[in-house]
């Protein structure tokens, strides 16, 4: 199955707000484990981990967000060279201004950026956007 651009770009999308919610519940985490205070009826001195263990729960868990984070940031990487392969087949079999539309409106690219990927001025991608044409 071949995977089109608009179908990278919606997976990378997605995999971006995972990756801010992970981000969001590492650091809640990191917060709650840092800032805690130890009490005196945390000191289990009768041997044993009891099994409400904060901390150590807190610590496991801040290793799961972590291996996720990581997860999700390969999976990205992936997405992302996909996106450039994909994007350099484009920028063979179709003409500049097909390429200088599909820079603008699924990539989101600047006018600048767009007008170094093509070796033409800035004012002239922004007049063949506007006509279609060369």
């Given at each position: ?12 999308k997605e995999?971006?707000?995972k990756y ?68 350099v087949d ?45």
């Amino acid at each position: 199955m071949e995977l089109t651009l608009d179908d990278v770009l919606k997976n990378m999308k997605e995999l971006r707000h995972k990756y801010k919610i992970k981000c969001v519940m590492y650091n809640e985490n990191q917060q709650r484990a840092a800032l805690k205070v130890i009490l005196p009826k945390d000191l289990n001195v009768s041997g044993g981990r009891r099994s409400n263990d904060e901390l150590l729960l807190m610590l496991i868990r801040e290793e799961d967000l972590s291996n996720s984070l990581e997860e999700i940031k390969e999976a990205y990487d992936l997405y992302r060279e996909l996106a450039i392969n994909i994007l350099v087949d484009y920028a063979n079999k179709l003409s500049v201004s097909d390429m200088i539309s599909i820079y603008r409106e699924k990539m989101h690219f600047k006018w600048d950026d767009i007008a170094w990927l093509t070796g033409y001025s800035r004012r002239q991608v922004f007049r063949i956007y506007q006509d279609g044409t060369l």
